[in-house]
Nanobody, 117 residues
Framework: QAQLVESGGGLVEPGGSLRLSCAAS????????MGWYRQAPGKQRELVAT???????NYADSVKDRFTISRDNNKNTVYLQTNSLKSEDTAVYYC???????????WGQGTQVTVSS
C-alpha cells in the first residue's frame, strides 16, 4: 500500500506554473518533516524544499522565490507550488517524509514535470 501518493505533474511551457500534491497516511504525516526532491536525467536526486510540522520551510537556492512548499495538516497533504518554471526544472519530483518517531523515511513514486515549449 502506497504511503505517499503524488499528483500534479505534467508538461508546461517555460514561465508557466504547476502545483504538485502529495497525500500521506496520517501515521506518517503528523510526525514528519515533509519535502520535495527532484531528479533530472543523468543527475543525482536533489533537495527542492522541506517543511516541518510547525511550518518552518527550507528551499534550494535554485528555486527560492519561485517555488512555495506548504502543508495542510487536516488533509495530510503537502503541496509544492511551482512558478516561473524553467527548462532546467524538468525532472521527476519525489515526495519525501522524514518521520521523527519511530524514525523512518518514506518516498513517493515520483511525478514527472517537463518544462518545454
Amino acid at each position: 500500500q502506497a504511503q505517499l501518493v503524488e499528483s500534479g505533474g505534467g508538461l508546461v511551457e517555460p514561465g508557466g506554473s504547476l502545483r504538485l500534491s502529495c497525500a500521506a497516511s496520517g501515521s506518517i504525516f503528523s510526525l514528519s518533516t515533509m519535502g520535495w526532491y527532484r531528479q533530472a536525467p543523468g543527475k543525482q536526486r536533489e533537495l527542492v524544499a522541506t517543511i516541518t510540522g510547525s511550518g518552518r520551510t527550507n528551499y534550494a537556492d535554485s528555486v527560492k522565490d519561485r517555488f512555495t512548499i506548504s502543508r495542510d495538516n487536516n488533509k495530510n497533504t503537502v503541496y509544492l507550488q511551482t512558478n516561473s518554471l524553467k527548462s532546467e526544472d524538468t525532472a521527476v519530483y519525489y515526495c519525501h517524509a522524514d518521520r521523527i518517531f519511530p524514525p523512518r523515511e518514506y518516498w513517493g513514486q515520483g511525478t514527472q514535470v517537463t518544462v518545454s515549449s
